[in-house]
């Protein structure tokens, strides 16, 4: 059974990201964390040192908080009426990012799905202040839903890749079980600059067209272009119902992820991705074990493909 961490924040937008996840994994037992944090709008360390919180204030929002996190589970559950699905609530005094993560461990979350709308609301940022925390700092897939996306079955998985991509990953199967459930096709994009594949890559090429054989896969070549154009261009000729990334230290997504972006190339921000948190490239590319429960001891900051 799936575990699957939704952070909501009462929106719309969460409820959006909700609602995607509940047709994703429709035909799949999951159990479903709905989360909601709060803390008051004054909140900062200094803050509570010198002036502690009103008496009841605490109690106050954690009923609240409860309150309506219980509407939204019965709102899902009137909107869907899944056998297969089950609900637990979560209700946090603390900050969203550092609950996360206390939650991702306690309860070995497999996933956590949530909007991408920031604080703000506008239009031109790609990523919400939260969403990007949340892939920066914890270690498990995030995988973004756009603000107002309607839900499209994943038919079509574009994945750019440099190919210096750790075999060993263990959520490789992740990818490989959205591929078996929704028949998926996966689009390998590699963007070159005149330089060949060296022996490591070709290596890795190799396992993931191995990996992958079971599944309908095709690998590409964008040609004398940087992967956001690449991404850019490919989107222009195909229809992608879901970009696939992988966290590691060298970043093509940067640019793309954390900075407001262009009109050129708005609809970005028009798809969900899925970011799966990377493992230290090792030499050797055996064969991934699904079972293997290791870790590495320290992951690599940023956004690559």
């Known amino acids: 059974m799936k575990r699957i961490l939704l952070p909501t924040d009462f929106s719309e937008n969460a409820f ?29 360390i200094g803050y ?21 996190i219980q509407r939204t589970e019965e709102k899902i559950k009137k909107e869907f009426n899944n056998p297969k699905h089950s609900f637990k609530r979560i209700s946090a005094f603390n900050m969203l990012i550092n609950e ?8 070995n979350i497999d996933l956590i799905v949530m909007g991408t709308k920031g604080a703000t609301g506008a239009k031109e940022i790609f990523i919400g202040t939260h969403t990007m925390y949340t892939i920066k700092k914890v270690k498990c897939p995030v995988l973004a839903i756009p603000s107002g996306f309607e839900y499209e079955n994943p038919k079509e998985i574009l994945f750019p890749t ?24 996966l689009h390998m994009l590699n963007a070159y600059y005149g330089i060949p594949l060296d022996q490591n890559q070709k290596e890795t090429k190799d396992f993931i067209d191995t990996y992958f054989e079971e599944n ?30 992988v966290h590691n230290k060298h970043s093509f997504f940067d640019n793309l992820l954390f900075k407001p972006v262009i009109s050129q190339i708005a609809y970005h921000t028009n798809i969900p991705f899925l970011v799966i948190p990377s493992e230290k490239r090792i030499k050797s590319n055996k064969p991934i074990n699904t079972t293997d429960e290791k870790r590495t001891k320290k992951e690599d900051e940023g956004l690559t493909v």
């Open 216 to 245: 309908a896969h095709i690998f590409h070549l964008a040609d004398g272009m940087d992967v956001i154009e690449a991404v850019e261009d490919f989107q222009k000729m195909n229809i992608i119902n879901l970009l696939v990334m």
């Open 16 to 44: 959006n990201a909700i609602r995607y996840a509940m047709l994703f994994f429709k035909n799949e037992e999951c159990t479903f964390y709905l989360l909601h944090t709060f803390t008051p709008a004054s909140y900062n």
């Open 100 to 107: 996360i993560k206390d939650t991702v461990d306690r309860y």
């Open 162 to 185: 440099d190919y210096h991509l750790s075999t060993t990953n263990k959520y490789l199967p992740l990818i490989k079980n959205i591929c078996n459930k929704h028949i998926s096709r």
């Open 48 to 68: 509570l040192i010198e002036n502690p919180l009103p008496y009841g204030m605490e109690d106050t929002a954690m009923m609240n908080s409860k309150r309506d």
